[in-house]
């Protein structure tokens, strides 16, 4: 019963700084992962050392790890190994030159495990949240094959440009959702503090009000009665609608099929997408991963349940025998231009080169995009601006252009 415990539970490990003196008497420090003291004192008594201080090594509480840490230990990972620096000896560097600490526990921990005779594709999915499939699979075919250095460089590099789609969707939503933002802050302002004020000086005129003046009074009215109630409706909404998009597939295949039919962010995002299928497929296609195996992560990677679906369905085809751009075709979610590039990738086997450049091409095209997005947003929302604020101004000066007529 004991012995199944055990096995079931794992002895956690930790790091420990040890201080000691060989058998010369020289004074020699170094650092070892165990479960404990114990441990730690009587594997150095083996090895001759004369233990005399063990510290429990002790992180500070670090920043939250990032896509951007991952991404840059990807290519300093990929870089030492090309140079010819152990992967040990890498996985030290790597985590005494960073600043935030728990990214250097995360990478410390790795290394113990890779130490105890664990392989790198192994210890890197005991963290799920920061190595993907993809990852892992991808650094699993690396070992295997003898070209580890050679996947972590396709691995950085391809991880590199999502996190670049990434930051250019991110920056094309931020404008207007920040504007927006702003405005609905100024708007409460106005409707809290500005237009009493202005009531408080219209009652003293004697005189009916515009129609206009009437309406936005009547709408401050109502929000300073209710405004407890409008923010909590507002906020339990988000609440609520966060907490079933996690959770529902339903509510997550809607979403997206919703982001993919928006009138101006829609084709930037269906682009983006289909720019971050390809890109995976032909690395794991490149990497020597089987199609089939390689459509398990493709689909995860592209960021949209729409195309996700696709491409289980696109897997079982190809399963079946059925070759890529016919089974591409039938999911019905590519462009013409990609399924002809798939096609001459399958008729000269340069596959993986096809969908390549593809990818290229979009990752270009959501270039342009960003870019003309941002130049036609700014007016639009100028005039969103000007209308919703400007409205609510010449509202409440109206009474005010009539003061002479009332006087």
């Known amino acids: 019963m004991a012995t199944k415990a055990l096995a079931g539970n794992p002895v956690k490990e930790f790091t420990f700084l040890w201080e000691g003196r060989d058998r010369a008497g020289k004074t020699i420090r170094g650092e070892m992962r165990a479960g404990g003291e114990a441990v730690v004192n009587s594997m150095l008594r083996r090895q001759g050392v004369m233990v005399t201080k063990i510290t429990k090594r002790r992180y500070k509480k670090g920043k939250k790890i990032t896509e951007k840490d991952i991404t840059m230990f990807t290519r300093q990972l990929s870089v030492m190994m090309r140079a010819g620096v152990p992967l040990l000896q890498a996985f030290d560097i790597v985590a005494k030159g960073t600043a935030n600490s728990s990214v250097a526990r995360l990478f410390t921990d790795i290394k113990g495990d ?3 005779g664990t392989a790198l594709s192994q210890a890197f999915r005991k963290y799920p949240l920061y190595f993907d499939s993809l990852f892992c699979n991808l650094v699993g075919a690396g070992e295997q094959a003898g070209i580890l250095d050679d996947l972590l460089d396709r691995l950085a ?3 590199e440009k999502m996190q670049a789609i990434k930051g250019k969707i991110k920056s094309a939503l931020f404008y ?6 702003v405005a609905a ?12 004020a202005f009531k408080q000086v219209f009652e003293g005129f004697g005189a009916n009000l515009p129609a206009p003046t009437m309406m ?6 109502f929000f300073i009665a209710y405004w407890y109630l409008i923010f909590g409706v507002l906020f339990g909404a988000g609440y609520f609608f966060m907490q079933a998009w996690r959770r529902s597939p339903k509510v997550q295949m809607a979403m997206d099929r919703l982001m993919l039919r928006l009138p101006i962010f829609g084709e930037v995002i269906r682009k983006a997408t289909i720019a971050r299928w390809l890109r995976t497929l032909s690395t794991m296609f490149a990497a020597g991963v ?3 195996e390689a459509l398990d992560s493709v689909g995860g990677a592209s960021g949209n349940n729409v195309y996700l679906m696709a491409t289980r369905k696109i897997q079982q085809e190809v399963s079946t025998g059925t070759s890529l751009t016919v089974a591409m075709q039938n999911a019905n979610v590519f462009p013409n231009m990609v399924m002809q590039m798939a096609a001459i990738g399958e008729e000269s086997g340069s596959l993986d080169s096809m969908l390549s450049k593809s990818a290229d ?9 960003v870019a003309s997005l941002s130049s036609l947003l700014e007016p639009l929302i100028m005039v969103f601006l ?12 109206l009474p005010i252009f009539k003061l002479g007529q009332v006087v």
């Open 216 to 221: 936005v009074i009547a709408m401050s009215d």
């Open 290 to 292: 089987p199609l089939v």
């Open 185 to 196: 802050l100024v708007l409460t302002v106005i409707m809290l503090f500005v237009i009493p």
């Open 386 to 397: 000007g209308v919703l604020i400007g409205g609510l101004v010449v509202a409440m000066y």
């Open 176 to 181: 207007p959702m920040s504007v927006i933002i």
């Open 361 to 369: 091409i979009f990752e270009r095209e959501v270039d342009e995009a």
């Open 157 to 159: 590099t391809y991880k």
């Open 114 to 116: 890779v130490e105890t």
